[in-house]
């Protein structure tokens, strides 16, 4: 079945650095890949839709100067989250979709800031 | 195998059916589960949120979850139209997994 794959797994990093994560569709192209964090013990939450060659769509109260969504080709979409602070700490998970509109889930990615 | 399993449907029932959607999962270590409603190239709604064995209800969804079993499901009663879309499980511990989805069609 369709995979996607995210790195890193987790990353652990000093407030102020920038840290990008990358979300791949392995054996598929994906127009649309949605981002989505996830606090401790909570729902999740959308965050942007990126379609590839075009800007992201962020959702209200997303900083799009703070996450910056690139969708360059049809097979990756990257979240880079710039000056982070332990606030973004979180559990980050990219979605694509297949051109059959069936969305798979990445594994997610861990971000602790310290 | 998967650690999340769920039947990608389709599902087509008339409308005022009841509904049942079916998760399995093989990891004991899951906490939380979850359950999504997401329309078509929409992001994921939550619809039902459970730590403990045994049924929540919110109005027509009622959420059960079997940990001895690894088993969970949603049911929703009286089906609308307006209920067609895909369902998502989801459970977390250290981490989250999803379904693949199921998609159901309410036919009026």
């Known amino acids: 079945g369709a995979v996607v794959s995210q790195h890193p797994s987790w990353v652990i990093c000093k407030s102020g650095t920038s840290v990008k994560i990358e979300c791949r569709s392995l054996?598929?192209?994906?127009?649309?890949m949605f981002w989505y964090r996830q606090f401790p013990k909570q729902s999740l939450m959308l965050m942007a839709t990126?379609?590839?060659?075009?800007?992201?769509?962020?959702e209200q109260g997303v900083e799009k100067d703070k996450f910056l969504i690139n969708h360059a080709s049809l097979t990756l979409s990257t979240l880079t989250v710039t000056s982070a602070h332990p606030e973004d700490s979180s559990f980050y998970i990219c979605?694509?979709?297949?051109?059959?509109?069936?969305?798979?889930f990445g594994p997610g990615t861990r971000l602790t800031v310290l | 195998q998967k650690e999340v399993e769920q039947d990608p449907g389709p599902l087509s029932v008339p409308e005022g059916a009841i509904v049942s959607l079916n998760c399995t999962y093989s990891?004991?270590?899951?906490?939380?589960f979850m359950w999504y409603r997401q329309y078509s190239r929409k992001g994921p709604e939550l619809l039902m949120y459970?730590?403990?064995?045994g049924n929540k209800e919110d109005g027509r969804f009622t959420a059960q979850v079997d940990k001895s079993s690894k088993y969970i499901s949603l049911f929703i009663r009286d089906s609308q139209p307006s209920d067609s879309a895909t369902y998502l499980c989801?459970?977390?511990?250290?981490?989250?997994?999803f379904g693949a989805g199921t998609r159901l069609t309410v036919k009026p």
């Open positions: 989801a459970m977390s511990g250290s981490d989250m997994r």
């Open positions: 459970t730590y403990s064995s």
């Open positions: 990891n004991s270590a899951f906490q939380y």
């Open positions: 979605s694509a979709h297949s051109s059959t509109d069936t969305q798979y």
């Open positions: 990126s379609n590839e060659g075009s800007k992201a769509t962020y």
């Open positions: 054996d598929f192209q994906a127009t649309t």
